[in-house]
């Protein structure tokens, strides 16, 4: 094991045998995957092998810095800092809340349902914008703080939505690529026809490593949340990796019913991430069971199912489109849907 600097001896710690597959290639997939720690973990491969270029090495060490490495016990430091703002332009299916379905049938009687209670769907635009700051208290372990805010608004039906969401986390590394992290979450959503709020405190455990294929981070997550209709807690499992030309993901939750409320019982999803001419293509893939509520006295349960592709149609805009299913014991709730998302990178300062 080659180590270009006394200082990275950290990180030759951590690092496992060398990779039989590319390590530039897995690196540059690696930057495409969504994962902080793996993409990480994939520029220490590149640099253990002694052929990391000089901007690799910057690299790598700023990513230590900004997660808490090469900081001394002591006073607590500031160790990132971010703002960003993106303009959003997009297709919503139902901006203000409203029901999906304009009638249903129920013991022979056919119901309609308001007009001014059904869904308006149409282009919306608007802006999101949010800021981070983490501050390091330990080596390799700080607490983040997030917040993160959008409306958009219709031209056509002069409606808007917006939502806000904040996040406290520690982050902490334990030993290895082995990381412990708490988090608390609370979001809010207000649109036309009501306001809905969550909450959640969760704990995970992530262990990052090597195959002969490519890299993997593994995390099981323990979750207790709090809707306006109840609390609900859920377990989740996930599975990040880094391959020769793709990066994937896929995550596997349980949850425990809500008394009396239609909740999730079970959600698994899975994505892939490639480049096509140097540019981001992704597929995901997702079905969700959800059950334990009634509707005019009936049982309920759901199964709902999507599937979403998006595109790099240059750098800093991507386009998304989606289409999903909801398949109902009750045929009120019986709907399909699409969307189109135009993604603008954030502008970061």
Same mark, same amino acid.
């Given at each position: 094991m080659r180590c270009p600097d006394i200082r =990275? +001896?950290?990180v030759c710690l951590m690092i496992a045998p060398a990779a039989q597959a590319d390590e530039q290639s897995l690196a540059r997939i690696a930057r495409i995957s969504g994962s902080e720690r793996l993409r990480l973990f994939a520029d220490g491969k590149l640099l253990e092998t002694g052929h990391a270029s000089r901007s690799a090495v910057a690299q790598m060490k700023k990513g230590l810095e900004t997660q808490g490495f090469y900081h001394d016990l002591g006073t607590p430091r500031v160790i990132a800092t971010e703002t960003w703002a993106a303009p959003i332009i997009s297709y919503d299916g139902n901006i203000n809340g409203g029901v999906l379905q304009d009638s249903f049938t129920f013991n022979g009687l056919v119901?309609?349902?308001d007009p001014a209670f059904r869904a308006k769907g149409g282009v919306v635009m608007g802006l999101s914008a949010g800021g981070v700051v983490r501050l390091? =208290?330990?080596n390799g372990r700080y607490v983040e703080g997030l917040v993160r805010a959008e409306g958009v608004w219709s031209p056509r039906h002069k409606v808007g939505r917006s %939502?806000?969401?904040l996040a406290l986390c520690s982050r902490n590394h334990v030993t290895g690529w082995s990381f412990l992290d708490l988090c608390y979450n609370a979001a809010i959503i207000d649109r036309e026809l009501g306001t809905s709020t969550a909450q959640d405190v969760s704990l995970s455990a992530t262990q990052l490593f090597q195959t002969s294929a490519g890299y993997h981070e593994l995390t099981a997550e323990l979750s207790g949340a709090h809707y306006d209709t109840g609390r609900q807690t859920s377990v989740t499992l996930s599975w990040s990796a880094v391959w020769d030309g793709v990066a994937t993901k896929l995550s596997l939750t349980h949850a425990a019913p809500i008394p009396g409320e239609t909740a999730l019982n079970s959600r698994i999803a899975a994505d892939v991430k490639w480049l096509w001419s140097g540019r981001t293509m992704g597929l995901g893939l997702w079905h969700q069971r959800s059950g334990g509520g009634a509707f005019l006295g009936a049982p309920r349960a759901d199964d709902? %199912? +999507?599937?979403?592709?998006?595109?790099? *149609? /240059?750098q800093g805009l991507t386009a998304q489109v989606g289409y999903m299913t909801n398949q109902s014991s009750v045929d009120f709730f019986d709907y399909a849907q699409a969307s189109v998302t135009f993604r603008f990178d954030n *502008? /970061? =300062?």
């Open positions: =990275w +001896g950290l119901f309609e349902a390091a =208290w330990d %939502t806000a969401e709902a %199912t +999507g599937v979403k592709l998006s595109y790099q *149609l /240059r *502008l /970061r =300062w």
